[in-house]
């Protein structure tokens, strides 16, 4: 194995703002493993939406200068001297979600990582991730999707929202999609949403009121937030789920919580990060993940891997809605 270098390329944000913050850098210290840490040659790096509300101050950063950037594929170059690494070594091929992705080595805990199974690829791994552990959470944990419901995605074509078609249709949901526009609309059907509404020009509550008999979806996963969550809860039926959780286009208002009972609506805001605190649950999600994409070779959609260095263009790309899928950073360049 190659010798691990003193610096390394990476980005950082020093403040709180636009793309313009994103500063790549090609001399960052490579960090030193900690107890039960490994250090990890990132591969390919997932970006998520979470990344740009620690970037603009939505979320508010641990510290500055902080390196952005919750998930990545990679192999581990060393290890703490000490510690659980829950059977993990130097050599092995992982993926991890912690914190500090956009760098090409990472210092993480190995309770956050685990080996990249056989059959699965280092860019499919990396972008499956992050976003089907989420969309998986949300169809076990915060609903309990079963076969025949009626469910309503918003932002159908985007990462998170494509896996969610995949495992909804694999579960036997009748999925009904949203998005913005018509190659958006075709790519969510191909994925496995039974019905889609472009949501930029048709009235989603009547098309899903039509779908189902006007009774409502018995959930809706909206990761939108702000510009769709009156819409969501109209959409429920009566002891339907309502899941809020993103924010794409801003943090939905408060609500009063009177407005949940003309239907007796559960209403909740699940974060993936609160499903998987012990190691049991990291490696029971993973474990059923990886099996989904291996058994039901699933098609993990990568919209574009991005050369770190080109960062800005790869955020700007996701908040502009110009993206389909995953999107990826490649540390090397
Ligand atoms: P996506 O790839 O889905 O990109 C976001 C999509 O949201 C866009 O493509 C766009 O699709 C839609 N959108 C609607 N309005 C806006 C707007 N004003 N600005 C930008 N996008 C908009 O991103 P991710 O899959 O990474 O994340 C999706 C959501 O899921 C985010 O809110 C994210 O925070 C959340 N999330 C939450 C997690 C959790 O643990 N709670 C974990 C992972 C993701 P269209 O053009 O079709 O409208």
């Not at 960052?28 to 970006?47: A, F, W």
């Not at 979320?59 to 192999?75: D, K, N, S, V, W």
């Not at 998005?179 to 059907?189: F, G, I, M, P, Y």
Request: net charge neutral.
């Amino acid at each position: 194995m190659a010798s691990i270098p003193k610096t390394m390329k990476g980005v950082i944000i020093e403040k709180n703002g636009g793309t313009e913050v994103l500063q790549h850098k090609t001399d960052l210290p490579v960090p030193e493993p900690k107890e039960g840490q490994v250090l990890v040659k990132n591969d390919y790096i997932g970006i998520n939406f979470i990344d740009t509300y620690f970037r603009s101050g939505l979320y508010p950063a641990p510290q500055f200068p902080y390196i952005l950037g919750r998930e990545a594929e990679g192999t581990i170059v060393s290890t703490g001297s000490s510690g659980d690494f829950h059977g993990l070594a130097t050599g092995d091929r992982v993926v991890w979600m912690a914190e500090g992705a956009y760098a090409e080595y990472t210092a993480v805990p190995a309770a956050k990582t685990v080996k990249l199974p056989d059959g699965v690829g280092e860019k499919i791994g990396a972008a499956a991730f992050l976003q089907g552990l989420t969309a998986l959470t949300l169809i076990r944990e915060a609903h309990h999707v079963k076969k025949g419901d009626w469910v309503l995605v918003h932002a159908a074509a985007g990462g998170t929202g494509l896996w969610l078609c995949q495992l909804l249709k694999a579960v036997g949901a009748n999925t009904i999609g949203t998005a913005s526009t018509e190659e958006k609309v075709a790519l969510a059907k191909k994925a496995g949403a039974t019905h889609m509404i472009n949501y930029s020009k048709d009235d989603v509550k009547a098309k899903v009121m039509e779908l189902t008999d006007n009774k409502g979806v018995a959930a809706v996963f909206d990761g939108v937030g702000k510009s769709t969550f009156d819409l969501s809860l109209e959409c429920v039926a009566r002891l339907g789920s309502m899941i809020s959780f993103g924010n794409a286009s801003g943090a939905p208002d408060p609500v009063t919580i009177a407005r949940l009972s003309p239907k007796n609506v559960r209403l909740m805001r699940p974060t993936l990060f609160n499903y998987l605190v012990t190691r049991e649950e990291f490696e029971h999600w993973s474990n059923e993940l990886f099996n989904f994409v291996v058994k039901d070779k699933l098609d993990v959609r990568i919209h574009e891997v991005y050369p770190l260095s080109e960062v800005k263009r790869a955020q700007g790309d996701l908040e502009g809605r110009r993206s389909t899928g995953k999107l990826l950073l490649d540390p090397s360049k």
